[in-house]
């Protein structure tokens, strides 16, 4: 069996400069921990576990003073609020590509429109996303979005600023769009896949 490595193989820049910043912060000598695995892979937590950084799950288990890090798919505005509130300093090793989406949604909410995320309902990402809106949209795929605009034919109407998980695949965003141009007559779409993820996923 012949096993070819794909040039696009490894961390991205994202996870990359999360880890980095994590042991920056193992480094500095004072108490940190990561506010969740900062990446999926259990490898490198258990690294960084090993340096003296410390898991937790929700900032309420954040000793006073601890430094925590944001993980790389980002956390909601409510849980920046509550590492505030904690008085701990907060290390954000959120993907800039994640971080711009929250932007997009938090000015697009801001001006009325609604807010459609085109992806995983429970991937992390989506959830950290939907924390910087009100009101969200989560929406899977094609059959979805088809669904929840037959649900009340006036959706097709109102200010919609789509926007899509880093992670998905063209070929759904493709789709979603394609869809939404079809019916939707105040859209605003936001081509949100990483090209990195894109790339991976070509090879």
Not at 53 to 67: K, Y
Not at 175 to 185: D, P, R, Y
Request: hydrophobic share 40%; proline share 5%.
């Amino acid at each position: 069996m012949r096993v070819e490595l794909a040039k696009s193989a490894g961390f991205c820049y994202g996870v990359r400069r999360a880890v980095e910043l994590a042991e920056q912060a193992a480094q500095s000598g004072r108490p940190c921990a990561m506010l969740g695995p900062i990446i999926h892979n259990s490898s490198v937590i258990d690294y960084l576990k090993g340096l003296g950084v410390e898991l937790i799950q929700s900032p309420d288990q954040a000793g006073a003073g601890t430094a925590v890090i944001i993980r790389s798919h980002g956390e909601g505005r409510a849980v920046h609020q509550a590492l505030a509130e904690r008085g701990c300093p907060v290390i954000d090793a959120t993907c800039p590509n994640v971080s711009r989406i929250h932007r997009i949604v938090e000015q697009a909410e801001g001006e009325g429109r609604q807010v459609l995320i085109i992806g995983m309902p429970d991937h992390p990402e989506v959830a950290a996303i939907a924390g910087w809106c009100a009101h969200p949209v989560v929406l899977e795929g094609e059959e979805a979005l088809a669904r929840w605009l037959e649900e009340d034919p006036g959706r097709r109407e109102i200010p919609i600023t789509m926007v899509s998980q880093t992670t998905s695949t063209h070929f759904i965003w493709t789709k979603c769009v394609e869809k939404a141009k079809k019916e939707c007559t105040n859209l605003k779409i936001f081509d949100t896949i990483c090209n990195a993820t894109y790339k991976r996923q070509s090879e």
